[in-house]
């Protein structure tokens, strides 16, 4: 079997090899001199670093993206980000969908499974939903951001307009990367809101925005949602309401995080503090400020990340949830693992662990080469190795442009938070095939 | 039913109710004038405390146990040490079966459960090789011990024998409670080799001793070993080398850690490193003194721990094999979880996944109450956390007499990390019930 053919029939290693050709391409765009605001050749770490920091959307930036970048580089940023929001794999589809009005098999797969959908016959209405969504809620979050600011810029419309395209397609696509040199305005609710909702429907995953649009449609009432939407749902609304509780109640007197006695302002910020580490990372100029405690509170938030097959990174709540699932029904003595009265099947319990278990060691490896490499806290280290595995996007100023191996480091955890440990594992690993041998049972004593 | 029916049909609350007893009443003789030095009264969290180290064989001292508790203090430590170390069950039900020369049924169930046997017939027998193994071992170390300390007594013979004594009692059972005010002489083979020695043995858990002794009794070949002394023995040697590897590569140049520039001196030290924090906890003088790297691997290493059923603790190497096997199964693509030829159960593979989840949100959230209560960095009370968990005995000085929040939080992680949390569990948690309706199931996305 040829090359070719291999990858093809393989769909892991499609999908990974997508990604490093669009690395490959937007580090070189980002290296060339009229990529700079003052035409210098950019050093490779740092172009490698943006690409796949934007490609990812992670978003966490070693340089200032308003001030470093030209208009030309920041476009290709921009570009980026779209098409690592889009999913690698959805992007390649809909430009074949659109190129030849067909899809070959293994690329319908492909997407499939990025979508998180089996089923291969809605793929093209799947990718029309996932590309109209897409865009209305970043016309609608470009809309509403307009006035306030136009506002903010007094009146001058083309950075307007660019400020409002460039945060409306950060937002959906969860990427923290800021238009402007002092960062975002979160201290307007017009502003604010709109980045925040959009950020927050971003993370929750096309296929929960599929199944809630689709059951709205045929007038289904939320009981009939698959159980997905209702695990990513509930599990996402206690992690929200759980993070916004810590900020409030830990950070309360911290006055780099909450600086005016205002409740409206501390309220905003904590909801900006609790929707966004999960994956937006808009807003950085407080993280560092925070306590130690609040560091490690984050970095557990990061690691579990948002929806899958959503922009955002980390094990994914629903990893999370099955996780906790299965002590309860441990503890509780239970053999099945039930939900809203659904049994988890045995595959995904295993496929859970595994995730889990890959994505801490990761996580543990980097943060710990990241304190061999350049020496910093062990709190800090943790917190920016979770922010780029999770896709996050904040970091406490651990990677720096002088700094090289950090720099890969951290790069290296968003390319696998990208795409994902159990696509790099199948990618790796030969084809399944069913167990030749059964072997006999034998307890342990484990605990 | 009554109070005491419900207890005793109850495995679990009962082994917490004998341990809760002890505690009472180690603590309330540690109180008292006569066992402290200098004739006062302790103060009530220095003696809890101290009576939870002890009992749990954790062995993280709060004060100086030599300069600060009386010759009856340090003998109510080291009875509490050997209690504590033959497993509380296991003692019970020798005191019942020396008093009444028969066993209840609960009692044998509940030691049964300890030892990790489940057959009842075997109880007794089982209960004389764990009490002959524990009395051989510790005589062999007092003899091995008695001419080296002789010597480093200055011929002193009352100081030797109890030093010896309270060396091979603290040594089998893992605890590091040391009966000098200098610490241990590790810098010495005589004393630290034996020590060394009988320390791992400890760690290895009485259903591994048990296997083996009556294998090679019995002259079986190694193959026909239970799985479980076959995977215990396999993760604990990765451990100690990998752990052996790590202290010689990245501590080679620690001055605290290798004062002299003598190669046997430096693998001797290394040796005693790399055994020692999976649970005894000796030599306590460097710990302090490591790069931040090594605590975090240290962290990690003690979370795993040692053998089940063993005076160590930590989630034990059995529990992490099974986790690291489910991953392995799980990224190439099989559904059975597989090793030495046989397929370890489900349930074994849902407990290792709760206990190991349980076990890290104790620790995670024992160290951020750490850092509340006494300001410290991650790193150390990630450290302090993990050593008190899995009973590891070392610290890095986070837990002071002066500061009774903390010692209450590090004596909470002990009285877990020694019942384990899946006693906790049963024992609050109803009878177990077969299912009475199963669910269908239904896929959701994970990772
Ligand atoms: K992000
Ligand atoms: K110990």
Redesign the interface.
């Known amino acids: 079997i040829s090359l070719a053919d291999r990858l093809l029939t393989h769909p892991g290693r499609l999908s990974i090899l997508y990604f490093c050709v669009l690395i490959a391409l937007v580090t070189l765009l980002l290296l060339l001199p009229f990529s700079t605001h003052d035409w210098v050749f950019t050093n490779f770490p740092v172009a490698f670093f943006t690409a796949v920091s934007a490609l990812s959307t992670c978003g966490i930036p070693v340089v200032n993206t308003a001030e470093y970048w030209s208009m030309f580089g920041q476009v290709v940023i921009l570009f980026s980000i779209q098409f690592g929001g889009l999913g690698v794999m959805t992007f390649a589809s809909i430009v074949a969908l659109g190129v030849s009005r067909r899809l070959k098999v293994s690329q319908r797969m492909l997407t499939a499974s990025e979508l998180?959908t089996t089923k291969l016959s809605e793929i093209k209405s799947v990718l029309t939903v996932v590309l109209g969504t897409s865009i209305i809620a970043e016309v609608v979050t470009f809309t509403l951001l307009l006035p306030e600011l136009f506002r903010v810029n007094r009146g001058q419309i083309g950075r307007t307009l660019w400020q409002a395209l460039f945060y409306a397609v950060s937002a959906y696509n969860n990427t923290g990367f800021t238009p402007d040199a002092t960062g975002l305005h979160v201290n307007r609710w017009g502003v604010g809101l709109p980045i925040l909702i959009s950020a927050f429907v971003g993370t929750l995953?096309f296929?929960v925005v599929l199944n809630i649009v689709q059951s709205v449609r045929r007038r289904l009432s939320p009981k009939r949602w698959?159980?997905?939407t209702k695990?990513t749902l509930v599990t996402t609304g206690i992690l929200v309401l759980t993070s916004l509780a810590w900020f409030l109640l830990v950070e309360w007197g911290n006055v780099a995080l909450f600086p005016a006695d205002d409740p409206g302002m501390k309220l905003r910020r904590a909801l900006s503090a609790a929707v966004m580490p999960r994956s937006a990372g808009f807003d950085i100029s407080w993280v560092p400020e925070v306590t130690?405690?609040t560091?490690?509170?984050m970095s557990?938030l990061m690691f579990i990340g948002a929806g899958?097959?959503s922009t955002a990174g980390g094990?994914?709540v629903?990893?999370f949830a099955?996780?906790?699932l299965?002590?309860g029904?441990?503890?509780?003595?239970?053999?099945?693992v039930?939900v809203f009265?659904?049994?988890?099947?045995?595959?995904?319990q295993?496929?859970?662990?595994?995730?889990t278990?890959?994505c801490f060691a990761l996580v543990?490896v980097g943060?710990?080469s990241l304190?061999?490499v350049t020496g910093c806290?062990?709190?800090d280290a943790?917190f920016e190795a979770c922010s780029a595995f999770s896709l996050g996007g904040y970091s406490v100023g651990v990677a720096s442009a002088g700094n090289p191996s950090s720099m890969f480091i951290l790069a290296g955890e968003m390319i696998v938070g990208r795409l994902?440990?159990?696509t790099i594992?199948?990618a790796i690993?030969?084809?399944?095939?069913p167990?030749p041998i059964?072997?006999?049972?034998?307890?342990?004593?484990?605990?």
């Open positions: 998180g995953g296929p698959t159980l997905h695990l130690p405690e560091k490690v509170f557990l899958s097959s094990i994914r629903t990893t099955v996780i906790i299965i002590c029904a441990s503890f509780t003595g239970h053999r099945d039930v009265r659904r049994r988890i099947p045995r595959r995904i295993m496929t859970a662990v595994s995730v278990t890959a543990i943060a710990t304190m061999f806290d062990f709190v943790v994902g440990p159990l594992a199948y690993s030969r084809p399944m095939a167990e059964r072997y006999p049972q034998e307890n342990i004593i484990v605990g």
